[in-house]
């Protein structure tokens, strides 16, 4: 059983994709087909996160063939998590993206919008429970394919160059990760990430230290950290708002839990942790720096995005247990409180037709509740409590106030600024687009499409969740980087036989 | 008996080869493109279907239907692309007439009636 | 290109229907069945029957599903003679001396004169009258290295052959003489050229 | 015997070097088109050679899609020259 | 395990640095080209990662010395394979609409990072501007 | 006191959606609010005195030591009786003071209640939390809903200061937490951790944070900024709550952090000096609210001083002190509002003789002010002569720097307390009369009852004592060396006593030679001014990011990837070249046919990279490809070669379609030659790294056991191709996404590839050189020649007729059929030879390519009555419940069965369910390439003229 709850956050959005697609010229079928299927896999995904909070790593190898001869599916605590959270805020993204129409797309979306958005977050599916190498590319291509479709579905001269930069680097990135592959298979013999992690230690130092590092570069470049990030800035502002959203929220995610899964289960090694640092400290700062530079509404976000890359990778740099739990509570926060700013986002470019700050001075604010559902996710962005986002903070802070060392005092100051000029930008969006005056017109009193409200409210929702829930979270948490540290137990599940 | 299949294949193999080579000559040698196409689609199919029946020779049995089903195919699919090629290369002015001995195609362009229906 | 304005087509038929004229006889499906189902057990390597079954299956099918139409014009589709049958031998047995010789000539050329090579194109009257007995000939001179079909044109039933090497008027002859004997030899094996007339 | 299908593989690599000085010479668009013809149409007669040498006859299917299509791409891109003057 | 001889490790490396640098072009049409020819590299590497040649890896095709193929990287080059396809295919329909919305197919440095710097300045004099406002203004009532 | 903070978070929550219809009712209940927090708290008073500590505690995140721990001790309820108390009268005068107000309602009660639980958290985590709720509430409450630039000024300045000392604060926290191994204060307390470096930064990190939210210099312009708030707002906010938070907490921690450097010295220095300063300020203040802000400024210099010194004296006179300030502070606010409100100014040159209008109001400031300035019997004096007695027997070197400081303090003190009468209430010469407007009772009120407690506890100094001394004896602190010192009015002539006294007077002449002192006050060098460092220090970093970003961010995709680039090189490179595994022995080559198969893909590979011709370019891609294919072969994979060509065939074809529109050569953008030379090296160093690392990677490889493996379990899928049973069974997942990625991509380019032009992109072709077309076919005409009479492709009538070639059509009509049998034969080989699905899709998608080459219309080519579309949806369908179907079966996914039949006549059938996989793969392979010719046939109708031969001569000559 575990095997099927293993494969259908894969196997459904692809098989309702096709069907989605072979269907096209039903909208509402399309829609209908969309909500139930991701609803029906958020229900899977919470299943295997119980599963695995109570059990441990949970895999199972396709087609009944023992794990390193067939594909393993594994859903340890990290990976449940993720994807329980991804799905949920997939699940909003496309109620409000449904809400919003096809006003931000070309021709051609209804047919293809359903379809590419299915398999994107199939993609994203596989990805968190890829427990093979080769699969977790062949996961990264169908997540990264159907984003370039997305991102390109629409018409403007614009969106096609920022499409062409997106995709022109994802896929470096991606031939990248191929030539990694083989790499690692000349070296090992495997593609089993499980199996890799026992084979490489018995690789000379200078190939597995290289390897190693060559997939950070790999999943850097996803995951948008400096100085591979400024593909990001300059594409995911011109989607539009719900695939800015999901990218946003899910993409680059994904990237940092590939550079989580890779460097703690195949390469436990110590040699990276000073270029973590490094990198992560630069990505803190030049992120936010990009922000507070920023005039459009939804490139400021990019970069604040990229910006807090660096926290993630911050836990990962000290590659210990409360490191690594503050990087697994970090990226589910950033997850749901990205996504959210960008749908409020959305709403505000929808309502006052700019999404420039200068512009957006001068136009009336969308109504309090906009306001509100922006405060909360901008103010966990920040870090400030008691929201999701300081939890994750503290949690980081924390474990870097366990180190001593320069490197390590640098990036917590790093951490501490970015914070700080991260609320400094938040601020600098809220006087732009929601407070009123004399000087200005009067707040609007609708507020958009009923549907993209609700879903802003349910992600918006699912951040304060997350925030009350930290307790129940931060034992997930804990556990995941437990498991992440001593792999010894996801081995087993995965090499031991899984449940055929 | 084996021992003569095996020679004959080996030596229509390397007369196969050989005129692989000639036609590469060809190629690089001959003034124009429509010349150079002869090397190249003429004398390489011929130099393949030598090829073939030699392995096919060579190798009998089981081998050798999808060897020959090969050398069918090209002998179909190769005059097509020479003659698309070919027919490309004239009107496009590919064909250094000058060193042209006779051209009586462009003898009949140059004629009035060359656009006009022909007879019924 | 449909795009064209100045293009005038002939009246396109009625595909549908003429495919209901195929359906009314199926034996018009006979010869590529048996063609298709031939290639597939060469494919196979096999002669057995369940080959020959599931090829005749796939056959069937390829042709069921993506069978075209009829050819129109020509009405007929005859089998060759049985003389005809029997020069075939004859007829690949000129092609493949031809095919050698003109290799050889071919090759010659290029290893001694290389860029002086001369050529030249030659107009060939045809007897063929059928577009495949046309195409066929002009095939057939294809093969041989040293001739390239340049032209065909159907109305007039003129084939404009570049040949190689070619140094003047009597080499021209020459090759005029080369694809009617080719012609001859592909016309001999087949009694419908005589009885064409003019379409 | 070896030896003798050896050199035969040696002739057809020379010749295919031959055609590669013809592809990146050019001159003319058709050129290069039809050195990429002949291209494919050694690398068949090479790998039949190669088998004869390696007695493993798996290829030869492999060998008949390439005799069946290979002129497919050919054809494709002469047809663009004959649109586009520019691209002769 | 045999090492990556040199003929093939020059052809790999010929062709990243081959795709590498027509990545760095500004042509669209050169980007996709070396996106293919990326491909081509990693999709070698990859098959080269199994070791020498030897025999296709069909049960009953051994050759003389009894070694098959290794089928994995095979398996995994297919993929790759159809994967590099399928996206060459989606980039060339970028490359055409790129051209078809702007007449050329470069890429253009992207207008919106150049503007950045003016915009703040204009919002910082404006800032200025609105500080010489009366501080007690607008209290409410 | 959980429920107590409940009680405040609902109501806050509830009072903006109930004030817009019950106002009244509201605001009512938002007074209830905090006015049950000091019921409730004075029902403890007994018992807290007594040494009794109740605590409550919600775990929150324990696992991440998140925890909300709350304690009431004797501070904790000095705290809430000053907060919930003025809370509950600003809120009375809030009712009055504001026109609607159900958002400043909510908000102030949200904030009554996060100062409630920041005084009352016993843990350092949950008074963070608190801390920073306060510093956002106070954003939105100095924004306010409609105010103008200023006010979001003001709001952001404060919170970002606020903030960033709280972000440094609670790493502080973090360190004193890991040193104490307790976030808990009373432990920390109880038991403080050694001194230490780390603890000496926790000190510091805190202390900035304390500093930032009182108000401290350098961080003190947030302050006056603020009072841009409404009144209530900055009496409630600013004088009694918000800004106490900081020295609260500096009371809080000195018993365990007094001993500790840096806190003593810098707790009085700059304590004291903010106490001058704020006073310097104060004295030439002409607005009366931004003279009172100044006032506090200078008050909570004070404060953090005695505080924070670490004496029980000093810690009794700075609590007496603290609730002084909350009476006097906010009564003197809540003034100036009714001030405002009747008299519409604050300018004290514009106000003369009010006091005469306003008795009541002028009597209760009098009083106040008295506090303010430390005369008896009001309770500042209690403070203030604390003061001087713990500064003056003091045991810390320095200390008469600090009794020096106080006393200069406290005569400025003196000086701006009689400006603040003097100009709100006096009768100027020179300025008429103000008209003084009347103003409602309720706001009146809570100036008298502010002013009373005052009063009272000055005069009942015993109560003051009692509720001050249990804290200040803590046993951590230092105690006085003159004995404890008790609370009273009189204690006889002490020297502290004099030096008070003629402070008083000094300050009294001060004000008395006010012009004078202006005078000076201009001629003097005008101190730094913390607002202009603030303002500069925004503005720098917003000229710092655009500069740095614009100087990053240059969106040039070329420049990205070579950073991308120069990252593969610097980091893996670096890495090989660290560790420098051993070189391998590498021989030349494994087989000699690979040698010949180099050299083409080189020399294409080199002469790609020189031609600037995009056709060439597009063929010598092509030939890399076969090239590439033919090693595939050499290398025993012929599954691989086989679909290798067929793809770059399609991709030939493609690409070809596509370059019918686009201009034959490369981009007329000449790169500079230096930077073709970076280019040329950049791409040739990370392509001898990645060769590098592929001889180093290959070399290292021991076991072969996989590959063994999969050869020999592959027949129990069904299939000998060991190749096949990966694709279909061992690997079907992949093979699944793979086919997903397929779908998805031509989705995404029929999409792009169908829209029509509507930008300036034109047929390239178009663009006819000058020579005009070519003399043949100027000659050639109108040729119609090779037309052939039968129809033996229909599409074919589509092709203008020159294009016509009775060959071509000959010749497809024949293949045609042979091919698609050949891709069912594929289908079904790939289980015991190369082939498969893909393959089997590709060859058949390529008949269809063969067809449209030949007839130029991919739609008359496919007849069916089928979409491609619902081709390739059915075949991602087949294959996706193929992995289902096992569900049935109580089977894993993608799983296959096998089935063998022996059949009469035909023998042994066998049949193993991944070919419906396979089949499914097939479906798809050829519904892709059909959609994708089907949008390379409309990317030539777009428009696309470009008949060579064509022209308007050409419609003459057709019949
Ligand atoms: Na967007
Ligand atoms: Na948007």
């Known amino acids: 059983m575990t095997a099927w709850l293993l494969v259908a956050p894969v196997l459904l959005p692809v098989l309702v994709a096709a069907l989605s697609f072979a269907l096209s010229g039903s909208r509402i079928t399309q829609q209908v087909l969309g909500v139930s299927v991701l609803t029906l896999t958020l229900t899977d995904a919470v299943v295997l996160l119980v599963l695995a909070q109570r059990d441990g790593p949970q895999a199972a190898s396709m087609g009944g063939w023992p794990a390193p001869l067939g594909i393993a599916l594994v859903a340890d605590r990290l990976s449940a998590l993720l994807l329980t959270v991804s799905l949920a805020v997939a699940l909003a993204v496309l109620v409000f993206a449904i809400g919003q129409g096809n006003a931000d797309f070309g021709e051609s979306s209804p047919v293809a919008f359903h379809p590419a958005y299915l398999l994107l977050t199939a993609g994203v599916g596989m990805a968190f429970l890829a427990g093979d190498l080769f699969n977790l590319f062949v996961a990264f291509e169908m997540m990264l394919t159907a984003s370039y479709v997305l991102l390109s579905l629409g018409v403007g001269s614009g969106r096609i160059r920022a499409g062409m930069t997106y995709t022109i680097t994802s896929l470096t990135s991606s031939l990248l990760f191929l030539t990694a592959i083989a790499l690692c298979y000349a070296a090992t013999g495997t593609v089993n990430m499980a199996d890799l992690g026992l084979r490489m230690t018995q690789a000379p130092d200078g190939v597995a230290a290289t390897l190693s590092v060559l997939l950070l570069v790999v999943f850097g470049i996803k995951a948008a950290m400096v100085p591979l990030h400024f593909w990001l800035p300059d594409s995911y502002p011109t989607a539009p708002t719900p695939i800015t959203a999901i990218f946003a929220a899910l993409l680059t995610k994904v990237g940092v839990y590939a550079m989580v899964r890779t460097q703690t289960l195949i390469f436990p090694r110590d040699d990276v942790w000073l270029l973590l640092t490094i990198v992560a400290v630069l990505t803190l700062l030049v992120g936010v720096l990009g922000a507070i530079a920023q005039d459009d509404l939804n490139r400021l976000l990019s970069f604040v995005l990229v910006s807090h890359i660096g926290f993630m990778l911050f836990g990962l740099a000290l590659f210990d247990e409360a490191g690594l739990t503050g990087t697994v509570l970090y990226t589910a926060h950033h997850i749901v409180v990205q996504a959210g700013l960008f749908l409020v986002s959305g709403i505000v470019v929808r309502l006052s037709g700019t999404a420039s700050l200068a512009s957006l001075t001068h136009r009336a604010p969308p109504p309090p509740v906009v306001a509100g559902l922006f405060m909360l996710p901008a103010l966990a962005l920040a870090g400030i409590p008691p929201t999701s986002g300081f939890v994750a903070k503290f949690v980081l802070l924390q474990a870097g106030g366990e180190r001593s060392g320069w490197p390590v005092t640098v990036l917590i100051a790093a951490a501490l600024l970015t914070s700080l000029l991260t609320l400094y930008a938040m601020t600098r969006v809220w006087r732009a687009v929601f407070s009123a005056g004399p000087d200005r017109p009067a707040p609007r009193r609708e507020a958009g499409n009923v549907l993209m409200l609700a879903a802003t409210v349910g992600i918006v929702g699912l951040g304060v969740a997350i925030a009350v829930g930290a307790g129940l979270l931060g034992e997930i948490s804990e556990a995941a980087a437990r498991d992440l540290v001593d792999p010894d137990g996801y081995r087993e599940a995965v090499l031991g036989g899984g449940d055929g | ?120 | 290109m449909r795009a064209d304005p100045g293009d005038v087509h002939e009246p396109r038929p009625d595909t549908p229907a003429s495919r209901g004229s195929v359906r009314r006889r199926p034996w018009r499906y006979l010869p590529p069945v048996l063609w298709l189902t031939l290639l597939w057990a060469v494919l196979w390597g096999t002669f057995t029957v369940p080959t020959l079954i599931a090829g005749a299956v796939v056959a069937a099918g390829t042709q069921a599903a993506f069978g075209l139409p009829p050819r129109g014009a020509e009405r007929r589709h005859r089998l060759p003679r049985l003389r005809g049958v029997v020069q075939l031998p004859a007829l690949i047995g000129y092609l493949l001396v031809d095919l050698v010789v003109s290799s050889v000539v071919v090759a010659r050329e290029a290893v001694r004169s290389g860029p002086r090579t001369r050529s030249g194109i030659v107009e060939v009257e045809l007897r063929a009258r059928s577009d495949a007995q046309i195409a066929t000939v002009a095939l057939l001179t294809l093969v041989a290295p040293g001739s390239l079909v340049l032209e065909i044109d159907r109305e007039r039933r003129l084939l404009y052959v570049h040949a190689l090497p070619l140094r003047g008027a009597a080499d021209a002859e020459g090759r005029r003489a080369a694809v009617a004997r080719i012609e001859r030899r592909l016309l001999a094996m087949s009694r419908t050229a005589k009885k064409e007339g003019p379409a | 015997m070896t030896v003798m299908v050896s050199i035969a593989l040696a002739l057809l690599c020379g010749a295919a070097l031959l055609v590669t000085v013809r592809l990146v010479r050019g001159p003319a668009a058709l050129d290069r088109i039809v050195a990429l013809d002949t291209l494919v149409t050694l690398i068949i007669s090479g790998t039949v050679v190669g088998t004869v040498i390696r007695s493993d006859g798996i290829s030869g299917h492999v060998l008949v899609v390439l005799a069946l299509l290979g002129f497919i791409g050919t054809i494709a891109a002469a047809r663009l020259v004959e649109r586009r003057e520019d691209m002769r | 395990m045999t090492t990556l001889d040199l003929a093939m490790a020059t052809v790999v490396g010929g062709l990243f640095a081959t795709g590498f640098f027509l990545l760095l072009d500004r042509s669209l049409m050169r980007i996709l080209l070396g996106v293919i020819v990326l491909g081509h590299a990693a999709n070698l590497l990859l098959i080269l990662s199994g070791g020498a040649p030897a025999s296709p890896p069909v049960t009953g095709s051994e050759g003389p010395d009894g070694r098959l193929a290794d089928p994995l990287p095979q398996a995994m080059a297919l993929t790759a394979i159809v994967i590099t396809f399928g996206i060459t295919t989606l980039l060339l329909a970028m490359v055409h609409r790129a051209w078809q919305l702007d007449g050329h197919d470069e890429v253009r440095d992207d207008v919106e990072d150049r503007r950045i710097g003016t915009v703040h300045d204009r919002a910082e004099e404006r800032a200025a501007a609105e500080s010489d406002l009366p501080a007690d203004r607008g209290e409410r009532r | 006191m959980l429920t107590l903070l409940g009680v405040h978070l609902l109501v806050a929550l509830l009072l903006p959606l109930l004030a817009g219809r019950y106002r009244r009712a509201a605001w009512l209940l938002a007074v209830l609010v905090p006015l049950a927090a000091v019921v409730w708290a004075g029902l403890w008073t007994g018992r807290v005195l007594d040494g009794h500590v109740p605590q409550e505690t919600l775990s929150w995140a324990s696992v991440l030591q998140l925890e909300l721990v709350l304690r009431l001790d004797s501070l904790s309820l000095l705290m809430v009786f000053v907060i919930s108390g003025v809370g509950a009268l600003v809120l009375l005068y809030g009712s009055g003071y504001f026109a609607d107000g159900g958002r400043e309602a909510g908000l102030l009660v949200g904030f009554a209640g996060a100062m409630f639980g920041l005084v009352t958290a016993d843990h350092l985590i949950a008074l963070y939390i608190f801390w920073e709720l306060t510093s956002v509430i106070s954003f939105l409450l100095i924004a306010g809903r409609g105010q103008g630039v200023a006010n979001r000024k003001a709001a952001e300045q404060a919170l970002l200061t606020t903030a960033g000392g709280g972000l440094a604060m609670l790493f502080g926290f973090i360190l004193l937490g890991r040193e104490a191994g307790t976030y808990r204060i009373s432990q920390i307390v109880a038991d403080p951790p050694a001194t230490s470096g780390a603890l000496a930064v926790a000190v510091v990190l805190v202390l900035c944070g304390a500093f930032a939210k009182s108000a401290q210099a350098p961080l003190s312009a947030w302050l006056p900024a603020a009072m841009v708030a409404p009144t209530p707002i900055s009496a409630y906010l600013h004088a009694a709550a918000m800004v106490k938070a900081g020295v609260y907490l500096v009371a809080r921690l000195t018993p365990a952090l007094a001993e500790v450097q840096p806190w003593q010295p810098a707790v009085l220095a700059i304590g004291l000096l903010t106490m001058v300063l704020g006073a310097w300020r104060a004295m030439r203040q002409t607005d009366l609210k931004l003279l009172l802000a100044y006032g506090t400024v200078s008050e909570l210099g004070m404060l953090t001083a005695l505080l924070g010194a670490g004496g029980q004296t000093a810690m009794l006179a700075g609590e007496e002190m603290l609730l002084a300030h909350a009476c006097f502070k906010s009564a003197l606010f809540l003034t100036v509002g009714v001030l405002e409100r009747s008299t519409g100014t604050r300018e004290l040159h514009r106000l003369s003789g009010v006091g005469r209008s306003m008795p009541v109001v002028c009597g209760a400031a009098v009083l106040s002010v008295a506090s303010m300035a430390g005369l008896p019997p009001l309770v500042g004096y209690l403070g203030k002569e604390a003061a001087y007695e713990a500064m003056w027997h003091a045991d810390f070197a320095g200390r008469w720097w600090a009794v020096a400081g106080l006393a200069l303090g406290s005569a400025l003190t003196v000086a701006y307390c009689a400006r603040f009468l003097w100009g709100a209430f006096a009768v100027k010469p020179g300025v008429e009369r103000t008209p003084v407007e009347r103003v409602p009772a309720v706001l009146v009120w809570p100036v008298c009852v502010l002013t009373a407690a005052s009063l009272l506890l000055g005069v009942f100094y015993r109560v003051t004592g009692d509720l001050t001394v249990p804290y200040a004896r803590s046993e951590h602190l230092v105690p006085d060396p003159a004995g404890p010192y008790e609370v009273s009015l009189w204690h006889g002539v002490t020297g502290p006593l004099t030096l008070s006294a003629a402070m008083i007077v000094a300050g009294l002449l001060l004000h008395a030679g006010r012009v004078w002192v202006e005078r000076a006050q201009r001629r003097m060098p005008s101190l730094p001014d913390t607002q202009r460092g603030y303002e500069g220090t925004v503005n720098g970093l917003g000229r710092l990011a655009v500069w740095f970003t614009r100087h990053t961010q240059v969106g040039s995709l070329p420049v990205y990837l070579a950073v991308l680039l120069l990252t593969v090189i610097a980091v893996p490179g670096t890495m090989l070249l660290w560790y420098r595994p051993p070189l391998p022995d590498v021989t030349a080559w494994h087989s000699a046919v690979q040698v010949p198969l180099a050299v083409v893909i080189l020399a294409a590979a080199v002469a790609l990279v020189v031609t600037g011709h995009r056709l060439t370019a597009v063929l010598l891609v092509g030939a890399i490809g076969y090239g590439v294919a033919g090693l595939f072969l050499v290398q025993g994979a012929p599954d691989l070669a086989l679909t290798q060509f067929l793809v770059e065939t399609l991709t030939v074809v493609a690409v070809v379609l596509v370059l019918r529109r686009l201009p034959a050569d490369f981009s007329p953008l000449r790169t500079e030659p230096r930077s073709l030379w970076f280019r040329v090296a950049l791409a040739t160093v990370a392509g001898v790294c990645v060769a590098a690392l592929a001889v180093t990677a290959t070399a290292v490889r021991q076991s072969l056991q996989l590959p063994r493996e999969i050869i020999e379990r592959a027949p129990e899928t069904g299939a000998y191709n060991a190749v096949n049973a990966l694709l279909v069974d061992f690997r079907a997942l992949d093979t699944l996404g793979e086919i997903s990625v397929l779908l998805v991509t031509v989705i995404g380019a029929a999409a792009l590839l169908g829209r029509r032009g509507d930008g300036r992109g034109r047929p390239a072709g178009r663009r006819r050189r000058p020579g005009g077309r070519s003399r043949a076919a100027e000659r050639f005409g109108e040729a119609r020649w090779d037309v052939p009479r039968e129809m033996w492709l229909p599409e074919a009538l589509d092709v203008p007729r020159r294009e016509r070639s009775l060959l071509l059509e000959l010749v497809v009509r024949m293949l045609f059929p042979a091919v698609l049998v050949l891709s069912v034969y594929l289908l079904f080989a790939g289980h015991s030879r190369p082939g498969g699905g893909f393959a089997g899709g590709l060859v058949a998608g390529q008949a269809f390519v063969l067809r449209y080459l030949a007839g130029r219309s991919a739609e008359a080519a496919f007849p069916l009555p089928l979409t491609p579309r619902s081709v390739a949806g059915a075949g991602l369908v087949l294959a996706a419940v193929t992995a289902l179907v096992p569900l049935a079966a109580g089977g894993t996914p993608l799983s296959s069965a096998q089935w063998y039949w022996d059949v009469p006549v035909l023998g042994s059938l066998h049949l193993a369910t991944n070919v419906f996989f396979d089949l499914g793969v097939y479906l798809l392979v050829l519904g892709v390439c059909l959609k994708l010719l089907y949008a390379l046939d409309r990317v030539r109708d777009a428009g696309d003229t470009l008949a060579p031969y064509g022209g308007p001569a050409r419609r003459k000559a057709v019949t």
């Open chain 2, 1 to 120: 008996m084996s021992g003569v299949r095996e020679v004959v294949g080996v030596v229509l193999m390397l007369g196969g080869a050989l005129f692989s080579l000639l036609a590469g000559v060809g190629m690089l040698r001959f003034a124009d493109t429509v010349s150079r196409l002869h090397a190249a689609s003429k004398a390489q199919t011929l130099g393949l279907l030598l090829v073939l029946v030699g392995a096919a020779v060579h190798e009998g049995g089981p081998s050798a239907p999808p060897l020959l089903l090969i050398g069918v195919f090209m002998l179909v699919t190769a005059p097509v692309m020479g003659h698309v090629v070919a027919r490309i290369a004239y009107r496009t002015d590919a064909v250094a007439r000058e060193r042209l001995t006779v051209d009586q195609l462009g003898d009949r362009l140059s004629r009035q009636d060359a656009a006009e229906p022909p007879p019924r």
